[in-house]
């Protein structure tokens, strides 16, 4: 067990692929009938058994990829509009600035940056791109007093409370609202409350962190370890020019034309007018958006096509990921078996009320958060499956969505699967344990505070 290393998604979903090709010679075949696309609660008859075999194993995934062949085209769209706005320096210039204006005020920095994170987390997903910043903040906080786990908090807790309350990521509840069925604007209230508690709680505790630091340094967690050699020279950072306030500027309107044409203003009676725009619509909004910023900069026609490209390669994985997690779907309906598990859960949820039903879905994504780190192909494998048990405990799809992401967003910010949590802690040089020691109260204080959100929402 030493030298055990957790299996990439890709192998977990594809061992996944054989263990449901397998329950279709097991698992009796069934069916609903349906109003529409929703199964008929109390309709459940068997049909004849169709097992899945190693060539459908094999397709599987490729048929996968021609139902969700919307999702993944947005995927790339979205990585090809972040590769351009990250090649202009416009973020990383951004984040200096307010590094700058506040310098020798740098407890203002935790809350201020922080929200900054936690907005980029809850819009677009911003996980993986925040390795750019701990070379910059670890060593600005540990030359004010503090310690690298300040620096280290301000990044990962800040993006991480944002994505725990996705209210518009495209990666997680964007993905999940569409296998659910429902509107990325629905629930988006809700979203927006947990985010604004979730961002409170995390600021508060790390400021209270900070300031026991800076009082009693030998009170620090990171006591008696070697200091973090991640200084980023100064002219390693660009500049905050005009024309990367215009990128800057041009950045946040896409993301403001986003949340403007997903909210069904017309479903929740407001006199303004509905776009009602989805995935095709959105991949044109972040290709246009990536050409227009790049353009505007200067990077020219050849290098912004060339940068846009780079962005989306990038995410090639993630459309991989879909495509095998749809595939799963695929296998299960191919062998009749997908109305089978409905209906045990079904059986299973009779009696069960609305409430006990969402806070079960939490704790179920919870480990599967673990086994699965990509969200987006977790949303893609689950929710298929979820929502329509959903229906049958009353529960609707929006709420199945909040409860996916949460889950998802909680266990990022502590499994050593992510990526981003063990290179910033490697970068601050602090051991996974320690960071164990500081989050697990904050880990706390989120898991409680979801489950009253849940709670409440099912009930309302």
């Known amino acids: 067990m030493k030298n055990f290393r957790m299996p990439t998604a890709y192998t977990i979903l594809l061992l996944l692929l054989v263990l449901v090709a397998a329950a279709t010679w097991i698992i009796p075949a069934g069916s609903y009938d349906r109003a529409g696309e929703t199964p008929v609660a109390g309709t459940y008859h068997a049909v004849e058994q169709q097992p899945q075999g190693a060539g459908d194993v094999i397709l599987a995934s490729f048929q996968g990829f021609y139902d969700a062949v919307d999702v993944a085209l947005f995927i790339l769209m979205v990585g090809g509009f972040l590769g351009v706005v990250m090649a202009t320096g416009a973020i990383d210039a951004g984040v200096s600035n307010v590094v700058r204006l506040l310098g020798g005020r740098e407890i203002f920095l935790i809350p201020v940056l922080m929200i900054l994170f936690s907005l980029g987390g809850t819009s677009f997903g911003m996980w993986e791109e925040t390795m750019a910043f701990y070379p910059l903040l670890i060593p600005v906080f540990t030359a004010a007093g503090y310690d690298p786990l300040v620096g280290i908090s301000v990044v990962l807790l800040g993006s991480g409370a944002g994505v725990l309350a996705s209210t518009v990521n495209p990666f ?45 340094p030998e009170r620090s967690l990171t006591a008696g370890l070697a200091p973090a050699g991640t200084a980023k020279k100064g002219g390693d950072i660009p500049a905050l020019d005009g024309r990367r306030k215009l990128v800057l500027a041009l950045f946040a309107l896409v993301f403001l034309v986003m949340i403007y044409a997903v909210i069904p203003f017309d479903e929740i009676g407001l006199p303004i007018p509905t776009l009602s725009w989805w995935f095709p619509e959105l991949s044109g909004l972040f290709f246009v958006g990536g050409a227009v910023i790049g353009l505007a900069y200067g990077l020219g026609e050849e290098k912004t096509a060339e940068t846009f490209v780079a962005g989306a390669s990038e995410l090639v994985g993630v459309a991989l990921i879909i495509g095998i997690s749809r595939g799963i779907t695929v296998l299960m309906d191919g062998g009749q078996i997908t109305d089978t598990v409905l209906y045990w859960g079904e059986r299973a949820l009779e009696g069960t009320g609305s409430v006990a039903f969402l806070v079960l879905v939490y704790l179920i994504y919870l480990p599967l958060s673990v086994l699965i780190p990509s969200s987006s192909g977790l949303a893609t494998l689950s929710i298929p499956i979820v929502a329509p048990l959903g229906q049958f405990a009353g529960v609707g799809g929006e709420l199945i969505v909040t409860a996916f992401q949460s889950a998802s967003g909680l266990v990022n910010i502590v499994t050593p699967t992510a990526a981003v949590v063990m290179g910033g802690l490697a970068l601050g040089n602090v051991p996974y344990d320690r960071w164990l020691r500081f989050v697990w109260k904050l880990i706390l204080i989120f898991f409680l505070l979801t489950l009253g959100f849940l709670a409440v929402s099912a009930v309302l």
Not at 184 to 204: C, K, N, Q, S, Y
């Open 172 to 216: 997680a509840t964007g993905i999940a609202s569409g296998f659910a069925g429902v509107s990325l604007g629905d629930g988006l209230v809700v979203r927006i409350i947990m985010l604004v508690v979730f961002d409170a709680a995390a600021i508060w505790y790390v400021m209270a962190y900070a300031a026991r630091v800076r009082n009693h």
